[in-house]
């Protein structure tokens, strides 16, 4: 079976790896649209969790070209990349953007998915 996220392990805290991911998205490109603290959110109404947050990120260029193609990708956009701790451990976590090939087969995204994929994963790699 094909995979269709990434997980990899962090060195850093659980804010570090946040900052990091911001940090290393705006340095390849991407905009941070906007971080979601969802462990805040979920213990704001009753439901406490570990840490986790929610990095939105975005390229004009490749949204644009994607969304060309077929503008029912805007379901899978923008690219999330969660942050979270797991037993006192960070975790960065991400769908790979080469699985919306599989949801949209009809767009011809493949070569652009494959360009996002290896941008996104980067920013990982740095950020841990």
Avoid: W
């Amino acid at each position: 079976m094909k995979r269709f996220e990434i997980t990899v392990k962090s060195e850093k805290s659980f804010d570090q790896a946040v900052s990091a991911i911001e940090e290393k998205a705006a340095e390849k490109g991407f905009r941070v649209l906007h971080t979601h603290d969802v462990a805040k959110t979920l213990t704001e109404k009753g439901f406490a969790r570990e840490p986790l947050k929610i990095v939105e990120i975005c390229n004009a260029k490749y949204a644009s070209q994607v969304l060309e193609k077929d503008v029912r990708i805007a379901l899978m956009l923008p690219c999330p990349i969660s942050i979270y701790e797991q037993k006192g451990e960070t975790f960065i976590s991400t769908m790979l953007p080469t699985a919306i090939v599989d949801f949209f087969p009809e767009a011809g995204i493949e070569t652009l998915a494959s360009d996002v994929e290896r941008i996104v994963l980067d920013i990982i790699n740095l950020a841990k």
